[in-house]
Protein backbone atom coordinates (compact mmCIF):
# COMPACT_ATOMS: atom_id res chain seq x y z
CA UNK A 1 0.00 0.00 0.00
CA UNK A 2 1.04 3.55 -1.06
CA UNK A 3 0.36 6.87 1.08
CA UNK A 4 0.80 10.29 -0.54
CA UNK A 5 1.23 13.41 1.57
CA UNK A 6 1.03 16.81 -0.43
CA UNK A 7 2.01 20.06 1.29
CA UNK A 8 3.70 23.29 0.62
CA UNK A 9 1.01 24.99 -1.59
CA UNK A 10 -1.05 28.19 -0.62
CA UNK A 11 -1.84 31.73 -2.04
CA UNK A 12 0.70 33.58 -3.77
CA UNK A 13 0.72 36.78 -6.27
CA UNK A 14 0.56 36.80 -10.10
CA UNK A 15 4.47 35.98 -10.79
CA UNK A 16 5.41 34.51 -7.62
CA UNK A 17 6.78 31.01 -6.92
CA UNK A 18 5.85 27.96 -4.77
CA UNK A 19 7.37 25.12 -4.27
CA UNK A 20 4.79 21.81 -3.36
CA UNK A 21 6.53 18.48 -1.98
CA UNK A 22 4.96 14.87 -2.32
CA UNK A 23 5.71 12.51 0.18
CA UNK A 24 5.83 8.56 -0.76
CA UNK A 25 4.92 6.24 2.00
CA UNK A 26 5.14 2.70 0.92
CA UNK A 27 8.10 0.37 -0.53
CA UNK A 28 9.75 0.42 -3.84
CA UNK A 29 9.68 4.25 -4.74
CA UNK A 30 12.00 3.55 -7.29
CA UNK A 31 8.93 1.41 -9.27
CA UNK A 32 7.04 4.05 -9.86
CA UNK A 33 6.50 6.91 -12.46
CA UNK A 34 5.36 10.26 -10.22
CA UNK A 35 3.08 12.52 -11.44
CA UNK A 36 1.74 16.18 -10.49
CA UNK A 37 -1.89 16.53 -11.75
CA UNK A 38 -3.95 19.75 -10.78
CA UNK A 39 -7.77 20.05 -11.06
CA UNK A 40 -9.24 24.02 -11.28
CA UNK A 41 -13.10 24.66 -10.60
CA UNK A 42 -15.57 23.27 -13.57
CA UNK A 43 -12.28 21.92 -15.71
CA UNK A 44 -11.08 17.90 -15.65
CA UNK A 45 -8.08 16.91 -13.69
CA UNK A 46 -4.87 17.32 -15.84
CA UNK A 47 -1.58 16.25 -16.08
CA UNK A 48 1.33 19.01 -15.32
CA UNK A 49 4.33 17.41 -14.90
CA UNK A 50 5.76 13.49 -14.21
CA UNK A 51 9.24 12.22 -13.98
CA UNK A 52 10.27 8.40 -14.38
CA UNK A 53 12.30 6.44 -11.98
CA UNK A 54 15.35 6.88 -14.28
CA UNK A 55 14.68 11.18 -14.14
CA UNK A 56 13.20 11.59 -17.58
CA UNK A 57 10.45 14.33 -17.58
CA UNK A 58 7.46 15.67 -19.04
CA UNK A 59 5.01 18.23 -19.05
CA UNK A 60 2.32 20.03 -20.01
CA UNK A 61 2.79 22.69 -22.49
CA UNK A 62 1.40 25.09 -20.60
CA UNK A 63 4.00 24.95 -17.76
CA UNK A 64 6.97 24.06 -19.42
CA UNK A 65 10.12 26.81 -18.81
CA UNK A 66 7.83 27.80 -15.36
CA UNK A 67 7.91 24.07 -13.56
CA UNK A 68 10.53 21.82 -12.59
CA UNK A 69 9.42 18.51 -11.47
CA UNK A 70 12.20 16.68 -9.32
CA UNK A 71 12.62 13.24 -6.80
CA UNK A 72 14.43 12.71 -4.28
CA UNK A 73 15.41 8.94 -3.75
CA UNK A 74 16.86 9.54 -0.30
CA UNK A 75 14.03 10.72 1.26
CA UNK A 76 11.27 9.20 -0.98
CA UNK A 77 9.86 12.64 -1.88
CA UNK A 78 8.91 14.52 -5.38
CA UNK A 79 8.95 18.00 -5.95
CA UNK A 80 6.70 20.59 -8.07
CA UNK A 81 9.02 23.73 -8.21
CA UNK A 82 6.47 26.27 -9.65
CA UNK A 83 8.31 30.32 -11.03
CA UNK A 84 5.94 32.93 -12.62
CA UNK A 85 2.74 31.73 -11.61
CA UNK A 86 -0.54 33.14 -13.21
CA UNK A 87 -4.05 32.81 -12.08
CA UNK A 88 -4.13 29.87 -14.64
CA UNK A 89 -2.40 27.90 -12.25
CA UNK A 90 -4.95 28.23 -9.81
CA UNK A 91 -5.94 24.52 -8.93
CA UNK A 92 -6.09 21.51 -6.64
CA UNK A 93 -2.86 20.29 -6.99
CA UNK A 94 -2.38 16.09 -6.62
CA UNK A 95 0.26 13.92 -6.39
CA UNK A 96 0.26 10.65 -8.37
CA UNK A 97 2.19 7.60 -8.11
CA UNK A 98 1.78 4.86 -10.79
CA UNK A 99 3.61 1.59 -10.58
CA UNK A 100 4.92 0.33 -14.03
CA UNK A 101 4.74 -3.50 -13.05
CA UNK A 102 1.30 -3.94 -11.90
CA UNK A 103 -0.29 -0.81 -12.94
CA UNK A 104 -1.24 0.05 -9.84
CA UNK A 105 -1.68 3.68 -9.39
CA UNK A 106 -2.21 6.22 -6.37
CA UNK A 107 -3.82 9.61 -5.42
CA UNK A 108 -2.59 12.33 -2.63
CA UNK A 109 -5.43 14.39 -1.37
CA UNK A 110 -4.28 17.47 -3.09
CA UNK A 111 -3.01 20.63 -2.19
CA UNK A 112 -4.83 24.01 -2.88
CA UNK A 113 -2.87 26.54 -4.88
CA UNK A 114 -4.49 29.96 -5.28
CA UNK A 115 -3.00 32.62 -7.45
CA UNK A 116 -4.36 35.85 -7.06
CA UNK A 117 -3.29 39.81 -6.17
Known amino acids: QVQLVESGGGLVQPGGSLRLSCAFF????????MGWYRQAPGKERELVAR???????DYADSVKGRFTISRDYMNNVVYLQMNSLTPEDTAVYYC???????????WGQGTQVTVSS
Open 26 to 33: GSQFSLYV
Open 96 to 106: NALNLVDGRDY
Open 51 to 57: ITSGGST
